[in-house]
């Protein structure tokens, strides 16, 4: 393990390293209540920002990461961690005084066990809801990213177009991800036909041929396309989040913030800093700066309000 350290000097910057830590620190955002975040919620986030202005203990988090995915949480060429999640994290910390952040990065697998070890305090890499997740940790009330999923195929694939062609085939899945819950209940609801291979990167199956597609955010091909020098790859077919049952948490879209069921309080002076870039636009900056397109404005509302 290589851990390093670096002080922070702007709100969004790239920082560094295979399985590393990173030290932040960062600037007041004020403590009005945004709309969608209940009273008592705002209040603790307001009391904790005046406690931070009158001594100056912070509080240390460890947010895990992966640092795997381009564009969403990767190692750059400078060697450092960049991307749309670590850049939403590095805001969020210069508006929290009296909190500082670090980075951890490891296999999206051993994030929420990091969590229950206490080994990381807020688990960042697009979590979607799932009856497990939310039976064991809780959520951010506030969304950062919508992440619809879709089956992806190399670009000269023209057998699928859709979940009914995938009869017969094998679909990569990360295992214990929301995709995977929703074609494990699918396929067993259904007696559909399709094997699923679980990796923690399917990916080079699918340019192998190994498989016939791998199950991911649409957005996510942006990425491939721009890793792969030999492979290129599109998303086809409905959201597979529509194979889901209506009305399960799993057909919800966005993507939320995990932590440890007893830590209310730092979830709560996250949320408050979360609606406010989203209502600023500094959540659709970021998702433009790495991803080409706005995937904040998205944001299911009538889900957030329910959280309330």
């Known amino acids: 393990m290589k851990n390093l350290n670096f002080k922070k000097t702007l709100p969004v910057i790239a920082a560094a390293g295979a399985f590393a830590v990173f030290s932040l620190t960062g600037c007041s955002s004020g403590s009005s209540k945004p709309a969608g975040i209940s009273a008592s ?25 992966t640092g795997l995915y381009a564009l969403q949480s990767f190692i750059n060429e400078q060697g450092e961690l ?57 959520h951010s ?22 979940i009914e062609d995938l009869e017969g085939k094998k679909l990569g899945i990360n295992e214990g991800s929301t995709q995977a819950g929703i074609m494990e209940e699918y396929i067993s609801r259904t007696g559909a036909n399709i094997e699923l291979v679980y990796s923690s990167d399917p990916v080079p199956d699918l340019v192998s041929g190994r498989i ?9 091909v942006l990425s491939l396309n721009s890793s792969y020098e030999d492979a290129q790859f599109k998303a086809v077919g409905e959201p597979i989040d529509n194979l889901a049952p209506e009305g399960s948490i799993i057909s919800d879209y966005n993507a939320y913030l995990w932590y440890a069921e007893t830590d209310t309080e730092l979830r709560d002076a996250v949320d408050v800093v ?29 889900f957030v309000e329910s959280f309330e």
């Open 82 to 138: 960049d991307g749309a999640e670590p850049a939403v994290m590095r805001e969020i910390d210069a508006r929290l005084p009296q909190y500082e952040f670090e980075f951890s990065t490891m296999e999206f697998a051993s994030i929420l066990p990091s969590v229950d070890a206490g080994k990381v305090q807020i688990a960042a890499t697009n979590l979607r809801r799932t009856e497990d997740r939310e039976a064991n940790y809780i």
């Open 212 to 220: 016939a597609a791998v199950a991911d955010p649409q957005r996510y």
């Open 141 to 162: 009330r506030e969304a950062y990213i919508t992440s619809p999923y879709y089956n992806i195929v190399t670009s000269d694939n023209t057998d699928i177009n859709g």
């Open 41 to 65: 919620a705002a209040e603790t986030a307001a009391a904790a920002t005046e406690a931070a202005g009158e001594t100056s203990e912070v509080t240390k988090v460890v947010v895990g990461t």
């Open 274 to 302: 979360l609606k406010e870039m989203y209502e600023d636009g500094t959540l659709g900056e970021i998702s433009r700066k790495y991803y080409g397109e706005d995937y904040a404005k998205d944001i299911n509302r009538i």
